[in-house]
């Protein structure tokens, strides 16, 4: 082969291969990013999580729209989730401000009849003055001139029969009453009719 040139190198098929692959590399420089962007978008929108290039991309003004977009989409999570607990936690009931209601007042023991002697009791003082007033007024020391003595209204036969001396009216009261009692045991209260037959004690 002495004698013979090699083929040249700055032939025209030589140098339309290389423009051809410069194109191609070019083409190449451009398309790669493109298609890894559109990957990217189609894997976040079916939940997945970005990818390297978009998730370390910075964000900011001169980031990618893809980059912003998947980190507004990352949710809030500073507050913490209401437990079941803390919904079906009845609120705090204030205190009540009612006042109690007042003690119930001490139950009064009915007063007692006042004990009363028996209707026309001889023995009772109380029934002796009640039939002086009837008898005389109440006056002890009465003397009419009708034959009838002192509260009582003694005739002066009954008060000597029994046991009085003197006139009746100038006895004393409880002297009067004394032989009333006597006179009384002889025939109970049908020597004084009228006035013990209103009182009802005959």
Request: a positive charge; one cysteine or more; aromatic letters at 6%.
């Amino acid at each position: 082969m002495s004698g013979s040139n090699p083929p040249s190198t700055s032939g025209s098929p030589c140098v339309a291969r290389r423009a051809l692959k410069t194109s191609a590399v070019a083409l190449m420089g451009v398309a790669l990013p493109v298609v890894l962007v559109a990957a990217t978008s189609a894997f976040a929108a079916d939940g997945g999580a970005p990818t390297t290039a978009v998730a370390n991309a910075p964000v900011g003004d001169h980031a990618p729209v893809e980059a912003r977009a998947a980190s507004a989409a990352v949710p809030f999570r500073d507050a913490a989730p209401a437990t079941p607990a803390a919904l079906a936690a009845p609120p705090a009931t204030p205190p009540s401000t009612v006042a109690p209601p007042p003690p119930p007042a001490p139950a009064v023991a009915p007063t007692p009849p006042p004990v009363r002697r028996a209707v026309g009791d001889p023995n009772d003082p109380a029934a002796w003055d009640r039939l002086a007033r009837c008898e005389s007024g109440g006056n002890w020391t009465t003397n009419t001139g009708n034959g009838y003595y002192g509260g009582l209204q003694f005739s002066l036969s009954s008060w000597q029969a029994v046991g009085g001396t003197g006139y009746p009216h100038e006895a004393s009261r409880d002297a009067q009453i004394e032989m009333g009692k006597r006179l009384y045991a002889s025939g109970g209260w049908k020597h004084w009719p009228a006035c013990t037959r209103s009182f009802g004690w005959r």
